[in-house]
């Protein structure tokens, strides 16, 4: 059964370029969400890149390499539009939504053909890659690898991390909640539920980021009305979103690698995998 979950790896990494294609080739629809969901498909493509096989290490490496320029092109855009939507639910006056879908539809017509380009060669790249000597453990023992890391760095108190390390922390459990989520058909009352809870504290710490971002963007702008009201309330809500981030990765972290390893490898022994869509 393993070895099913191994093709699986592969085939669902090979989808991604195409998935990705789909939502650029859109006709309709908001473009600061096209790039939102770009961007997520590349997060969690990058996700599941960090599963590879000692094999296919460096092959695995160069790909996320690419992957995170893709995401970080579309980078500006998307604070622009998270500035904006944090600030029309703090303060509407303050709000530049059209700012935000101006420079949404910039960057998609400025470099929409390059990263379209760059998704087939990637494609082409992938098309290479084989595991038909893998058993599929080489998911477990990098799955383990990624639970310990984001185990590790949560050790410290998510209330008073510094804004560097609480973005390398999410950074890591934005890889766990995908790959959880990759797993999840394995396991669904176990698995599942774990990768809900992963989306939970993503969002948690992402909440936390965002209005760390908006409160850094009305201290160049003090002269705005009421700037000194939300200079007092967003600390406020930055502190509200850790503390519910703490205790999430609290019970999301609890058990040790080696028995989320195992837990793991019981369930891809006994369950086949199934697309999982990344939405």
Known sequence: MTRRWARHWLRSCREFPARALAVLDRREGDPGRTIHEFRRL?????????????????????????????????????????????????????????????????????????????????SAEMARWSVSDETGDFLVRAFRRSYRLARRHGRRDPRRMDAEHLHEWRSMIVDLSYQLSFFAPA????????????????????????????????????????????AQEIPRKIAKQRRKAAKLAKRLLARRPRRAGADLREAMEHRPPRRTSFG
């Open 187 to 230: 396991d669904p009352a176990g698995l599942g539920q774990q990768a809900k809870a992963a989306e939970r504290l993503r969002s948690r710490l992402g909440n936390a980021i965002d209005l760390g971002m908006v409160r850094a963007h009305l201290a160049e702008r003090p002269a705005l009305d009421g700037v000194d009201a939300l």
């Open 42 to 122: 590349m997060k969690a493509w990058r996700a599941l890149l960090k599963l590879a096989p000692a094999e296919l290490a460096e092959e695995g490496k160069a790909v996320r390499g690419a992957i995170g320029d893709l995401r970080r092109g579309f980078g500006i855009a998307r604070d622009t539009a998270v500035v904006a939507k944090v600030l029309s639910a703090l303060c509407p006056d303050h709000a530049s939504e059209d700012d935000a879908q101006d420079a949404a539809v910039a960057l998609l017509a400025e470099q929409g053909d390059a990263v379209r380009d760059e998704l087939r060669r990637l």
